[in-house]
């Protein structure tokens, strides 16, 4: 079956970077576009990025537009998000998900497969 399993995640002061890893296993990684979204507390689930099967085209939320950099190793079966000048508001649990589809989108519900998430906490 699918698996997602995200890590990374931590403790961060503002202005600070982490760098999120989501490994896959159980299909075949390297047909379908993947996504980062997360979820603060009391909040709704929100887009972050998500990468063509390729790689070859990325897709961001407005908020983490020059911040973050999703990419991926289709030869790792790996997923990253590079977070650089974290916010205080980018604190939430980052969770990895895997599209039905090749194309990369900021709809939650294309998304079939979801890890289990990663918790990210930036002290300001």
């Known amino acids: 079956q699918v698996q997602l399993v995200e890590s990374g995640g931590g403790l961060v002061q503002a202005g600070g970077s982490l760098r999120l890893s989501c490994a896959a296993s159980?299909?075949?990684?390297?047909?379908?576009?993947m996504g980062w979204f997360r979820q603060a507390p009391g909040k709704d689930r929100e887009f972050v990025a998500a990468i063509s099967w390729s790689g070859g085209s990325t897709y961001y939320a407005d908020s983490v537009k020059g911040r973050f950099t999703i990419s991926r190793d289709n030869a790792k079966n790996t997923v990253y998000l590079q977070m650089n000048s974290l916010k205080s508001e980018d604190t939430a649990v980052y969770y990895c998900a895997r599209s039905t589809a090749a194309v990369p989108t900021k709809r939650s519900w294309e998304y079939a497969y979801w890890g289990q998430g990663t918790q990210v906490t930036v002290s300001s």
């Open positions: 159980g299909h075949t990684f390297s047909t379908y576009a």
